[in-house]
């Protein structure tokens, strides 16, 4: 009877995160919809096939528009579009119980979210890079990067000193500009450092997407997110 009376409790309330027995594709009225936190841009176009193939509904992600926050009461989703390094903040306070982000952004942030899939997508590498050509590196150098926690952990792991300058982009101009002698930055294919004569050094990490789920929600809504899981690790193997 107290889980009754639990359940009912949750049910009257509006917060975020409630206590749900609803199942994965569940679409009653009274159930919440399950918020999921989704990065905007290239990682989204990356994302998108693998959610359909989870079986998420993803037809309203498709549609032209600049709405942020999009609602699919029949799929029993609501989705949230955020600058990539906005989703764990969203997903660890409980505003979204699900989200999909670059695990660079959790290296370089340190949320404390489980993390029960990595999805294979949107892979690149987090680099060291310098001057394609001249001189080598000082003994210690001035490095540019907006990974700031990420590349003040590798050096310090191997003993090197270094003088870190944060920037929020364009790093590769540091170095043509004479304002670093080295780079830290995700890169893909590398196509930008090879513009911007640069090349890399060394590969500190590599990355791709994962899946985040607030500690909270996976307790109070476990019917719900546990079988979502289940779904996204599936089809990430395929």
Known sequence: MARRSSDSEAGRRSRPLRRGTEGAGATDASTPPLSVALPKGRLLEALEPLLRSAGLPTAILRQPGRALLRDDPRGGYRYLLLKPDDVPTYVEHGTCEVGFVGR??????GHDLYCPVDLGVGRCRIVLAGPAHGRPPPAQPRVATKYVNVTQSWFAARGQPMHLIALSGSVELAPLSGLADLVVDIVETGETLRQNHLAVLETICDVSAVMVVNRSA???????????IRSVRAASRT
């Open 218 to 228: 996976l307790k109070l809504r476990r019917a719900r997110i546990l079988p979502l």
């Open 104 to 109: 660079d952004v959790l290296m370089e942030r």
